[in-house]
């Protein structure tokens, strides 16, 4: 499959890129997630954590984006209970190292939790605090998005359209010039 090898090529990637360039493959990664087969989307995340754990102590970084990757697999795999505290826990470690739109991205995914279980106040409070700070940060445009839906769709649940409707238009806009139709509507 053409999204495993290029996923293999981007972990090779990490094994000699800068610490800056860090979230930049990691991203590429986890947007590249979504398309493996569900077979290979929980190997990845296992694998991917095992690796960067032998590696923690000289790549923190790697370690944490390997841990979120671990937490959105249980949470893709809508295991939601194991997920929702290894977020928590990953959140806090991208906090330590300054890594706020990391640690943003933790939140929406929270967000997206909370709105499954019917709190539509923490759902809300977390996908706007994630928001805010995904919003100017290209390199996290995936989870940006996914925000953004999400923000849309507690909106429409609450009946409130007029509030829904614009984060629905700026996920078309960005989505569609660059073919990413997995977030049209």
């Excluded at 991203?27 to 190997?43: D, V």
């Excluded at 445009?141 to 429409?156: D, E, F, P, R, W």
């Amino acid at each position: 499959m053409v999204h495993y090898g290029f996923v293999k090529q981007k972990l090779k990637d990490l094994e000699t890129c800068p610490p800056a360039d860090v979230s930049k493959h990691c991203m590429a990664i986890m947007e590249n997630y979504i398309f493996l087969e569900k077979a290979e989307q929980e190997q990845f995340a296992e694998t991917f954590y095992k690796w960067a754990e032998e590696h923690r102590l000289q790549k923190p970084l790697l370690f944490c984006y390997a841990k979120f990757a671990m937490a959105f697999d249980l949470f893709y795999r809508e295991q939601y209970d194991q997920a929702f505290p290894l977020l928590i826990e990953t959140q806090n470690l991208f906090t330590e190292l300054s890594d706020t739109e990391a640690a943003a991205m933790c939140m929406t995914v929270q967000g997206s939790i909370y709105r499954t279980f019917g709190n539509v106040d923490l759902a809300l409070k977390l996908c706007w605090a994630g928001h805010e700070q995904l919003v100017n940060a290209p390199v996290f445009q995936h989870y940006t998005l996914a925000c953004k839906i999400n923000l849309g769709g507690i909106y429409v649940d609450m009946k409130h359209y007029d509030e829904a409707i614009p984060h629905f238009k700026s996920v078309l806009e960005v989505a569609k010039p660059k073919e990413k139709y997995y977030w049209l509507i």
